[in-house]
């Protein structure tokens, strides 16, 4: 959760600063407890301006490459927590099953 993937830097250079600071003045919101929220708002360009935009990122090799980078690192990530969470759960049986009580 606190590293910062390559790849948002390098997209963050190929959308037009109006778009992004639009993005994050009207369709984001925190707050002091570091809670996010994704707002739906309406696009502040046109569709064709939009297909533009993903074309050139679509078209970026080195941004698909630290993309698929970093994907496949999610997913290592996921069979990690789930790995750690299955351990977790037998540890807390045992520790259950020691005291005579149940987690359940």
Request: charge should be negative; proline fraction near 4%.
């Amino acid at each position: 959760m606190t590293e910062r993937p390559a790849y948002r830097e390098h997209v963050r250079g190929v959308i037009p600063i109006d778009i992004q600071l639009y993005i994050w003045t009207r369709c984001y919101a925190s707050n002091e407890l570091g809670e996010q929220e994704l707002r739906a708002c309406p696009s502040p360009i046109s569709e064709t301006r939009a297909a533009e935009i993903v074309d050139e990122i679509r078209g970026n090799r080195a941004l698909m490459s630290e993309l698929r980078y970093w994907m496949s690192t999610m997913h290592v990530a996921s069979l990690i927590g789930r790995d750690r969470t299955k351990f977790a759960r037998q540890v807390l049986n045992s520790v259950d099953a020691e005291l005579g009580g149940s987690s359940d």
